[in-house]
């Protein structure tokens, strides 16, 4: 299940505290998301994902930056 967060950190926080596995800790996605992964209940993945700025050098070298828009 995927999830979009406005605090990926303090989720984080609270799922390691509940004794939730995590698969991945809080990771920042250049295209703009801040990801965390946790294994939930019987194999269900948790994927929790905060928009953030994306970064402007991996926009401009996949066309993504606003000059190509």
Do not use: K, S, Y
Not at 17 to 32: E, F, K, N, R, S
């Amino acid at each position: 299940m995927a999830f979009v967060v406005d605090d990926v950190e303090a989720l984080h926080d609270r799922l390691v505290a509940a004794g939730i596995t995590i698969v991945q800790p809080p990771l920042d996605h250049p295209w703009g998301q801040r990801q965390v992964l946790a294994d939930w209940h019987d194999g269900v993945l948790l994927d929790l994902v905060q928009f953030i700025d994306p970064d402007p050098a991996w926009m401009a070298a996949n066309g993504l930056d606003e000059a190509a828009t």
